[in-house]
C-alpha cells in the first residue's frame, strides 16, 4: 500500500492589515486589552479579493515548491467557512479553473478550524487507496466577510489568509497518522447562524445580523484546552512518540492564551512550539498551512522532521496529525 507525504506547503495572506489601533476606531477596545487577551497585534484583510483567488495563490506557490505541475493533480480539496458561493459552486472548483485544472475531482469541505486536519485525513486516504496520486490541499478563508465589525469579542479575532499543500506517494515522511472527532452538541457556541436553511436570508435575518460569526468564547476556550490536551496525548500515545521527539508543534492560531495553556500542560519548550497568532489571527482552516509555510520560509522546518499540528473549531470540531515533512 501506498504511503501519502506531505511534498510541499505554501501561503498566501492579502497585503491589507487591521491593527489593534484601527480596530480602537470602530469598537469600544485596546490594544492593551486586545494583547491581553489573545495575543494578536495585527490581522490581513483582503481587501478586493475573494476566497478561490486567496486559495489559488497560496496553491501555486505549494505546487511550484513540490516541482510537479497542474497536469499532475487529480485532485482538489478546499477546507474554508467563508467561501465564494454559499451553495454552489464550490470553492475548490474555482481555484481548481483559476489554476487551469481540469477534469480532477474538486469539492469542499466545512469543518471549521480544524478543516486543514480534516484535509489531511481525506488526502492520507485518497493516497493510500490507490484513488489518486497528487491531491492539492487547500484551506482558504475571506472571514473579514462573515466577521460583525460591531462585535467586539469576535472582530478582533478573525483575519483573512490562505495556505495549501501538496500530498503525494512516498516510500518515506509519511503522514503517520491523523485523528478527526466532532461533537454537534456544542454547535450552538461557535455559529454563524444566518443564510442557511434555518435562518434563510432575508432582512429580518440581516437586521439581526445573524450572517455574522457569533461565539461564546469562555465556553469555547475551557473545552478547546481540554480537548486538545487530550487529543494529543491520545495520538503520542497511540504511535509510541514522546513529546521531546517533536520536532515542530503547530497548532491551530486561534488565541496565544489557548496555545500557551496546551503547549504548558503538554511540556513542549518555545523552541519546538510556532505560533503566527500574533500576526495574522485566526484564519481558521488557514491557520495551521500558514503557519507550516512560515516555519518553512524560517528554515525551522526541514526534510524527515516530525511535526504535530492540533485544531479545534466550530461544530465542535478537533482533531490532530503527526506526520514527516517530505519538503525538500
Given at each position: ?74 485532485a482538489v480539496i478546499c477546507a474554508t467557512i467563508s467561501p465564494d458561493h454559499l ?50 490541499i487547500v484551506g482558504a478563508e475571506k472571514l473579514s466577510s462573515i466577521v460583525d ?180
Open positions: 500500500m501506498p504511503k501519502a507525504s506531505l511534498i510541499s506547503i505554501g501561503a498566501y495572506v492579502p497585503k491589507d492589515t487591521l491593527t489593534n489601533f484601527d480596530l480602537e476606531k470602530m469598537v469600544e477596545t485596546s490594544d492593551e486589552w486586545i494583547v491581553k487577551r489573545t495575543g494578536i497585534h495585527t490581522r490581513h484583510i483582503a481587501t478586493g479579493e475573494i476566497t478561490s483567488e486567496i486559495g489559488a495563490k497560496a496553491a501555486q506557490v505549494a505546487i511550484k515548491r513540490a516541482g510537479i505541475t497542474t497536469n499532475d493533480i487529480d451553495c454552489m459552486p464550490s470553492t475548490a472548483c474555482k481555484i481548481a479553473k483559476i489554476l487551469g485544472i481540469d477534469n480532477v475531482t474538486a469539492f469542499d469541505i466545512s469543518a471549521a478550524c480544524t478543516g486543514f486536519i480534516y484535509l489531511l485525513e481525506l488526502a492520507k486516504s485518497l493516497i493510500e487507496s490507490g484513488a489518486k496520486k497528487n491531491v492539492l465589525y460591531k462585535d467586539r469579542s469576535t472582530c478582533i479575532l478573525f483575519g483573512d489568509g490562505a495556505g495549501a499543500a501538496i500530498v503525494t506517494a512516498s516510500e518515506e515522511n509519511e503522514i503517520i497518522d491523523v485523528h478527526t472527532a466532532s461533537d454537534g452538541n456544542f454547535a450552538d457556541l461557535l455559529i454563524t447562524p444566518g443564510c442557511g436553511s434555518v435562518y434563510p436570508c432575508s432582512p429580518q435575518m440581516l437586521e439581526e445580523r445573524l450572517n455574522f460569526i457569533q461565539m461564546a468564547g469562555n465556553e469555547v476556550f475551557k473545552i478547546a484546552v481540554q480537548t486538545l490536551t487530550k487529543d494529543v496525548i491520545d495520538i503520542l500515545e497511540k504511535n509510541g512518540v514522546t513529546s521531546d521527539e517533536i520536532d515542530l508543534f503547530i497548532p491551530h492560531q486561534a488565541n496565544l492564551r489557548i496555545i500557551d495553556a496546551v503547549k504548558q500542560r503538554l511540556n513542549f519548550s518555545d523552541s519546538q512550539c510556532v505560533v503566527t497568532v500574533g500576526k495574522y489571527g485566526n484564519t481558521s482552516s488557514a491557520s495551521i498551512p500558514m503557519a507550516i509555510n512560515e516555519a518553512y520560509e524560517e528554515g525551522r522546518l526541514k526534510n524527515g522532521d516530525l511535526m504535530l499540528l492540533d485544531a479545534f473549531g466550530g461544530g465542535f470540531t478537533w482533531g490532530s496529525a503527526l506526520l514527516k515533512f517530505g519538503g525538500k
